[in-house]
């Protein structure tokens, strides 16, 4: 029964968070989209240059191409992607290795390209016990809050929207940005 109720509201988080992703991936029958641990859903795979990776041994059966790699080493040409996407992924990489990952992005990006990033973070408020109580027992180990989460990026790429939701017990934010250009600081 838990089980059945996790999915159903998980199914509902990751609908919502679809919706987010489509309003700012505009065009989509003309972008090149990387979709970054991927996993075996393939979240984007109906956008025509889609791309999934992720280390699993077997594509998922979806459209679209599937790479099969460490996403801290994305085996693609510099800037060759107008979009980069991912879901949940980078709760499961300590600080090392999401610098790695967002250095690898950047590279990736087009310079006038966008990335959007969801991850579920910590809750904000602390009534919410259920919610920080399923972030610690997440098979990621590196949940971040809300803050440490938009962090991880400032060095390469430049905040455009913050989105922070609560749907039941599940505390996701999402965060679209573009590049920083060479001669931006941080």
Not at 45 to 70: H, M, N, Q, V, W
Request: aromatic share 12%; charged share 25%.
């Amino acid at each position: 029964m838990r089980s059945l109720l996790q999915t159903l509201t998980l199914s509902s988080v990751y609908k919502r968070l679809a919706g987010i992703f489509r309003q700012y991936l505009t065009d989509e029958a003309a972008l090149r989209v990387l979709d970054l641990g991927c996993g075996k859903r393939g979240n984007f795979a109906g956008f025509s240059g889609y791309i999934g990776l992720d280390r699993l041994r077997y594509p998922p059966k979806t459209e679209g191409k599937f790479i099969s790699a460490d996403v801290c080493d994305i085996p693609c040409p510099d800037q060759s992607f107008d979009a980069i996407v991912s879901t949940s992924l980078f709760h499961h990489l300590d600080l090392e290795q999401a610098d790695q990952v967002v250095r690898e992005m950047s590279r990736v990006l087009k310079s006038d390209g966008r990335i959007i990033i969801a991850d579920g973070v910590f809750p904000e408020s602390g009534l919410n016990v259920f919610g920080h109580l399923l972030r610690h027992l997440d098979r990621g180990r590196y949940v971040r809050g809300r803050e440490d989460f938009r962090r991880l990026f400032r060095q390469w790429f430049q905040l455009e929207t913050d989105i922070f939701f609560t749907q039941g017990i599940y505390a996701y934010s999402v965060l679209v940005m573009g590049k920083l250009r060479d001669n931006e600081s941080i």
